[in-house]
């Protein structure tokens, strides 16, 4: 598709229980980003891949957040053991990969998650 | 915090007014971004401004920067009423892998 593809576009889980977002970046975008909004709030920034590794995990808040990207296309979010302090919407950026500077991002619509 | 902090945090103004927002921020910067985000779902990139670039214009929007005070503004003239959105600035740090930090964002209601 011509821009960043994210689902499911809503999530309502049972606290927990396992989730998994997923995201289709732009073709040909190296550079895959996650971030987390909570309402009326900022993105706060989890993880960024560059190809199939994980470049930057830190802002992954503990260890029940993973994220892959095994072909360096199509990224994966896994949430386990889902807390109610986990319901945001997670949006998922990809980029061309300037080799130096941090350029545009471009946004998918977001996921978002409930957890009941 | 890194993070760019936006001020006003909400701003509500007439259709045709001039609106303007500012963001101010801690570190060495690469360049300073803002973004629109409608109904809290995806955001659009607006601007990018170098940290050796003053100012910069797209269309209505004009973006400042001042390194030495380590802000920005964002100005929207003629504004209308589909410029009614949340306005983010993100902030590209020096050695900071590739990645943005944006701030809180000021709330825009532009009022028919």
């Known amino acids: 598709g011509a821009g960043v593809s994210q689902t499911p576009s809503n999530k309502v889980t049972e606290k927990g229980k396992y989730v998994e977002l997923r995201c289709d970046p732009i073709?040909?975008?190296?550079?895959l980003y996650w971030y987390r909004q909570s309402l009326g709030q900022g993105p706060e920034f989890l993880i960024y891949?560059?190809?199939?590794?994980?470049?930057?995990d830190s802002g992954l808040p503990n260890d029940r957040f993973f994220a892959v990207r095994p072909e360096g296309s199509v990224s994966t979010l896994k949430i386990q053991r889902t807390e109610r302090g986990d319901s945001a919407v997670y949006l998922c950026a990809s980029s061309l990969f300037p080799g130096g500077n941090t350029g545009e991002l471009f946004f998918g619509e977001g996921s978002r998650l409930t957890v009941l | 915090s890194q993070q760019g902090e936006e001020d006003p945090q909400a701003l509500s103004i007439q259709e045709g007014e001039n609106a303007t927002m500012n963001c101010s921020y801690k570190t060495s910067i690469n360049n300073l971004q803002w973004y629109r985000q409608n109904s809290g779902r995806g955001l659009v990139h607006l601007i990018l401004i170098r940290s050796n670039e003053r100012e910069k214009h797209s269309g209505r929007l004009r973006v400042t920067l001042d390194t030495s005070k380590k802000s920005s503004s964002l100005l929207i003239t003629a504004s209308r009423a589909a410029d009614t959105a949340s306005y983010f600035c993100a902030i590209d740090i020096i050695q900071g892998a590739q990645k943005l930090v944006f701030g809180q964002g000021t709330r825009l209601t532009i009022n028919p």
């Open positions: 073709s040909g975008h190296t550079a």
């Open positions: 891949f560059q190809g199939t590794g994980a470049a930057d």
